[in-house]
Every structure is written in structure tokens, then in C-alpha cells.
């Protein structure tokens, strides 16, 4: 078995949402991953920061304000800057599928709305993880 | 409720019926699962007889609607007398975008206004803050100053619509905003009517829009009793909330819990302010979820206010009949609305809205059935606010008060709310109160557990939630979403720039330097408030003046 996946989980923006931020939380961790959750009113700075000194292997933001187009790249692009190219950054909350494929296209590789089984985000990131 | 005599005969009977017709009928058809739960996973019977509610005294636990113990409503005629208020918190964009649709809601036969606020404006930034990039206008609308709030209100007479603002850390800087705008209009304090939600316990525990640590912010709420018992004495001074600490998922008996608990730490700061608890006690209201297991619901409203009318009588010695009254609002849940065939949240909402009337909500917000995409459109909106006047006109169920009570089933879990929330209410006093027991993570944690248990059970489909885990369907069709126009943040920024040019800054200055002062002092608050917004000073400046001096919370955080 290799080292277990390291997950940041992450509240950017204003809302005070958490619930389906903690909800993954814990199936992550009852998956087998190491999860770090950031808490609430995170600063897309922050966040990388948070990625940076946690090496984690994927960072799982969510937001329910309608704020995901403006917050969700940013996070991808600082951590461009930072020259981390091998971390998967995912996005959950009230997301219209109209902005998904921008989202996408971001560099949000997966974005899971309301109702997604927890099952299927564990899966996802089995899948597309980059770091070996 | 029966004598001894009657009461030994039904049970014998039950056990016949139980053992012999049951019994007989479950070996030929097992039912459909081997226990069954309500929507909080409470176990439920497969009959309520009298036996279940043999232990009740109608006049001790029932009482008359209008009567103690308030458990068949605060008012004795209810719905016969006037419906509750229909009331769709809204709010988006601008204030003058706002505006347009709390005139469109008033003319839709809407009876009362329900202001939705921005993060930014939630958490006391300004829309040129860093922190409000991307959030501007987005959730509610952006209020960054008085000029704001009168546009918001343009038209709208403050003397004959009573408003509640969703509005927490900075509720005092809102009413105070709201007091002069209705000066301006010529309306006095003493005729405004409405709410703010002022609630900062539960922003704690599950809604997030908190600033300053829980002590000052209990001063600043208790600031606010104080000042509108004497000068705005219609104006409800707090909305305690369950409704958020629901949606976070807690269960039905859990949300009577912990708000009641945040209640009580309410009046507790209050008299150790000095106030009379009869004082402030008749304006203090409540606001509940309203989720889809109608009668748990229903159970659950009434265990509330049996058990809120106990403890003001019995913990507080409270005297006046109004300080006994639990009056509630109840919005219809978010959390049940699925993104999936939206269309089935107008079924969801119906069947919400029936579980708030028939629990006796004095004021009802129903969804909309995009709100699991995004904000609502107008065209949602109406159907939601019909929902409401299709129950309050055709349905019937208002023509008499209270109609569920004497429900073997309904008693019971009425009975079985309120114990399991006065055993909570019981640990949250052994931890010191509810804002100990919320340092301490107690509060959320246990509603963590409960959100996560749910979540599982939809999971392992021992829950259906029709289509999301069971009916699903190949979903083609583009919904009309809602957009909020993204120049808005651009056109706030703005607005404050011409602000800040055009008013007299001197003024700003000193009176938000008389705040600051006022802020170090025991002083109350609310009136070096209401001058600094009338100079047009911003709401983050006023904000961040208290900041200086108060620090800010910070957020304990356990998984």
C-alpha cells in the first residue's frame, strides 16, 4: 500500500456553508485519506499556502455563494505561480452546469454538485491523481 | 388522559391485537423494512394508542391555544383571526435591483419584506474590500452605506410593511441604517415594525457570518434589547435560529435544542445586564426549519413552545404572558431542495409549508424549486409564494386551531421532542452554557455526527430521496437560471467613491471617533450607531471601528 492520499479541504470566499465541507471531510477520511480541512473565510492565498505547506496531493474547494467563477481559477493560477502543476484541484457546492465547463477548462478538473454520493468523489480522486 | 380503569383495557386489547392480528399478518406479509424511522432517524411505532399519551394532563400540557403552556399556539384564534405572514426573503445585486423586486413581491400579495444581505455586507466589509472580491451582490444585496438603504426602501412605506433583515454580527449598524432611513421618510421609531435576526450564537455553530468574539458580541445584542424596549418597542430584537444549525444537519429534536439553549444564553447576558427579563422578553422571536416528515415537524414546533413557555416560567421567572410565547418564523428547507428535477421541490416546498402551518408558524419564507442551482428566478418565486396562499385558501387546514393535537402519534412525539431536547438543553448547562459548549465544538460536533449519519443513509439508499438516489431520470432540459450581473461589485465600488467625496468627512470622522471611545466604555452602543451611519459613514468603517476595539472571533474548528 503506498502512503496515503493527503487532501486539503478548503472553504474559500465568505460563506459559512460548511456542511457539505465537512461531510467530505470525513468520507475522505474514512477512505483512507489525510485530510486537512482550512475552516471557513479562506483567502485564495491562503489556501495555496495551506497546499504548499501541507504537500498535499489535491485540494477540494467548496463554496455556495456563487462565487466559484471568480475564486476557483484564482486558487489554480496561484498555484501555477507557485509552479505546482501536479496537484488536483476539485470544486463542490451550488455550481449552474453553465459554468462548469469554464471551471473545467480552469483547471477545477472535477466539479460535483448537489447530491453527488460521497463514493464518487473518493473514486474521482483515485483516478485522476497525478502525484505518485 | 383516560381513567385507570379504561386505560388497563386498552392495553390487554393492544396486546390482542398485537399478537394476533399483527402477528398473523406479518407471516404472511413482512413489512417493508424492520424498523422505521422518522426524517431525524427517530424510531417510530407501528401504532400510537392512548397508552403512548396516557401519562398527559390536557390542561397541564396542552392548554388552550393562546394559553400556557403555548403548546396549541400563542394566539387562541390563529389562522380564524389572520393568516400567518407570507414573507420571501430576497435580495440580490444593487438596492435598486432589490427594490424593483420587493415592489414586484407587494404586489404579488406578499405581506411583509425579508431582506437578503450580501457576505460582505454579512461579515461588515465594504464592497471595495479585498475579502468581497467575487461576492458582491451575489448571495443578497450589497449595503455599504445609508444612500444605499434608502434606494433599497425607495417607495416601500416603513410605517405600513414590517421587514426583517437577515442580519447578524453588524445588526445594529443595519437597524440603525433602517431607523433613519424611515426618519427620512417621516416615520418614528415607535411605528417601525419587523426583525433582525441578530443571532450571532448560532453564526458559531453553523451559519459562519460572525466578527467579533462571543462576549462583545453578546454586549452589542444585549445593547439592542436595551435600546429598542424603549425606543423601537414593535421591533422584534432577535430571530433565535434553528433554522441553520438544520440545515448544517442537525435532527428535528436537536435544532429545539440548541436554539432554546442559544435562547436561553440570550436572556441569561440580558439580565446580567440588568435588564428585566418582562422587558425584553416579549419581543424576542424564533425561526425553524421546515423539513419533509410533516408530523415530526409539526411535533417539533409544538415541543418547542411547550418547552420555551417552561423554562421562561420556570428559569426565569418571567410574568408577562408575551415573554412565555415562543412566536416563530419558519423558512421551508434548503437542504431538501435537490438540483436533480427541480420541479420537485414545489411538491417538497407543499409539503414544508403544510408542516409549518399546522405546527403554527407565525410567518412563513417558502423556496423556490432552483435554489439548488442558483437564486431563484421571478417565475420560481411566484409559485413558491402560491404554494403558501394555495395552503392558507384551499387546503383547509386553518379553519380550526391546532388540528393534529390529540394524535396519539403526534402527542407522543411531541412528548419525545421536548425530552430529548431538555436532556441536551441539561448537558449544554454542565458545559457552562451554550457559548462554552460552542468554544468547546460540542454543539457542532454533534450536529456533524447527525449530517454525516444522513449523508451515509442516503448513500447505502436506507433513505430515498427521489431523484438523486432512486427515479432518476436523463435531465436534457436548460433551466432559466438566475445571473447576477457581475459589473455590480464595479457599480458599488463606485458608488462608494462619489460617497466618500460628496459627504462631510469631518463629520464621519468625529462621530465614528465618538464610537470608538463609546466602544471601550460599558455605554450602550446604539445610539453613537445611529449617528455615524446618518453622516453616511460605511458599514465596513463602522465595522472596523468595533474591530479595532472588540478583536475579532475566531473560529474553533473540529472534524
Avoid at chain 2, 394566539?75 to 407570507?86: D, E, K, L
Avoid at chain 2, 424611515?182 to 416615520?187: R, T, Y
Amino acid at each position: 500500500m503506498d502512503k496515503p492520499i493527503r487532501v486539503l479541504v478548503a472553504k474559500p470566499g465568505l460563506d459559512g456553508h460548511d456542511r457539505g465541507a465537512k461531510v467530505i471531510a470525513r468520507a475522505l477520511r474514512d477512505a483512507g485519506m489525510e485530510v486537512i480541512y482550512t475552516g471557513l473565510r479562506q483567502t485564495p492565498e491562503q489556501i495555496v499556502a495551506a497546499a504548499v505547506q501541507e504537500d498535499v496531493d489535491v485540494v477540494a474547494m467548496s463554496i455556495l455563494s456563487g462565487a466559484h467563477n471568480h475564486l476557483f481559477p484564482k486558487v489554480v493560477r496561484l498555484l501555477r505561480e507557485e509552479g505546482i502543476e501536479d496537484v488536483l484541484v476539485l470544486g463542490g457546492g451550488v455550481i449552474p452546469e453553465d459554468d462548469i465547463p469554464g471551471l473545467v477548462e480552469a483547471g477545477v478538473e472535477g466539479i460535483f454538485t448537489p447530491g453527488t454520493p460521497t463514493k464518487e468523489v473518493i473514486a474521482f480522486i483515485k483516478e485522476n491523481i497525478k502525484k505518485k | 388522559m383516560y381513567d385507570e380503569k379504561k386505560l388497563e383495557q386498552i392495553k390487554s386489547s393492544f396486546v390482542d391485537w398485537d399478537e394476533n392480528k399483527v402477528g398473523k399478518q406479518l407471516s404472511k406479509n413482512p413489512e417493508r423494512k424492520e424498523t422505521f424511522t422518522t426524517g431525524s432517524d427517530k424510531k417510530v411505532e407501528r401504532l400510537y394508542t392512548p397508552i403512548d399519551t396516557a401519562e398527559m394532563d390536557y390542561e397541564r400540557d396542552l392548554g388552550y391555544p393562546g394559553e400556557y403552556p403555548y403548546t396549541r399556539g400563542v394566539q387562541p384564534t390563529m389562522y380564524r383571526g389572520r393568516f400567518w405572514t407570507m414573507r420571501q426573503y430576497a435580495g440580490f445585486a444593487t438596492a435598486e435591483e432589490s427594490n424593483k423586486r420587493y415592489k414586484y413581491l407587494l404586489e404579488q400579495g406578499q405581506t411583509g419584506l425579508s431582506v437578503a444581505f450580501d457576505l460582505p455586507t454579512q461579515i461588515g466589509y465594504d464592497s471595495d474590500h479585498g475579502l468581497s472580491e467575487g461576492e458582491v451582490g451575489k448571495v443578497g444585496v450589497a449595503i455599504d452605506s445609508l444612500r444605499d438603504m434608502e434606494i433599497l426602501f425607495d417607495g416601500i412605506p416603513l410605517d405600513k410593511v414590517s421587514t426583517s433583515m437577515t442580519i447578524n454580527a453588524p445588526a445594529s449598524v443595519l437597524l440603525a441604517m433602517y431607523i433613519a432611513v424611515a426618519e427620512k421618510q417621516g416615520v418614528s421609531p415607535d411605528q417601525l415594525r419587523g426583525t433582525i435576526q441578530n443571532d450571532i450564537l448560532k453564526e458559531y455553530i453553523a451559519r459562519g457570518t460572525y466578527i467579533f468574539p462571543v462576549e462583545e458580541s453578546m454586549r452589542l445584542i444585549t445593547n439592542i434589547f436595551e435600546y429598542c424596549s424603549k425606543e423601537v418597542p414593535k421591533w422584534n430584537t432577535i430571530s433565535i435560529s434553528g433554522y441553520h444549525i438544520r440545515e448544517a444537519g442537525s435532527t428535528a429534536a436537536q435544532e429545539v435544542a440548541f436554539t432554546l439553549a442559544d435562547g436561553i444564553a440570550y436572556v441569561d447576558a440580558a439580565i446580567k445586564a440588568g435588564l428585566d427579563v418582562d422587558d425584553f422578553a416579549p419581543r424576542l422571536s424564533f425561526f425553524f426549519n421546515a423539513h419533509n416528515d410533516l408530523l415530526e415537524e409539526v411535533s417539533k414546533y409544538r415541543a418547542a413552545r411547550r418547552l420555551w413557555a417552561r423554562i421562561m416560567k420556570e428559569r426565569f421567572g418571567a410574568k408577562k404572558e408575551k415573554s412565555l410565547q415562543l412566536k416563530f418564523h419558519t423558512q421551508t428547507a434548503g437542504s431538501t431542495l435537490t438540483a436533480q428535477q427541480p420541479d420537485n421541490n414545489i411538491v417538497r416546498v407543499a409539503i414544508q409549508t403544510l408542516a409549518a402551518v399546522l405546527g403554527g408558524t407565525q410567518s412563513l419564507h417558502t423556496n423556490s424549486r432552483d435554489e439548488a442551482l442558483a437564486l431563484p428566478t421571478e417565475d420560481s418565486v411566484r409559485i413558491a409564494l402560491r404554494t403558501q396562499q394555495i395552503v392558507a385558501h384551499e387546503s383547509g387546514v386553518t379553519e380550526t386551531v391546532d388540528p393534529l393535537a390529540g394524535s396519539y402519534y403526534i402527542e407522543s412525539l411531541t412528548n419525545d421532542i421536548e425530552k430529548e431536547a431538555m436532556d441536551y438543553i441539561e448537558k449544554i448547562d454542565n458545559l457552562g452554557g451554550a457559548p462554552k459548549a460552542i468554544e468547546k465544538g460540542f454543539i457542532q460536533k454533534e450536529i456533524q455526527n447527525s449530517a454525516y449519519k444522513y449523508q451515509m443513509q442516503v448513500e447505502e439508499q436506507e433513505r430515498i430521496v427521489v431523484g438523486v438516489n432512486k427515479f432518476r431520470i436523463e435531465e436534457k432540459d436548460k433551466k432559466e437560471l438566475l445571473k447576477v450581473d457581475p459589473h455590480v461589485e464595479l457599480l458599488q465600488k463606485k458608488k462608494i467613491e462619489k460617497l466618500k467625496s460628496t459627504r462631510d468627512n469631518e463629520k464621519v470622522e468625529e462621530a465614528l471617533e465618538v464610537l470608538k471611545a463609546k466602544a471601550e466604555t460599558d455605554e450602550n452602543l446604539m445610539p453613537f450607531i445611529i449617528d455615524a451611519v446618518k453622516e453616511y459613514a460605511t458599514l465596513g468603517e463602522v465595522c472596523g471601528v468595533l474591530r479595532e476595539v472588540f478583536g475579532e472571533y475566531e473560529q474553533s474548528v473540529i472534524l
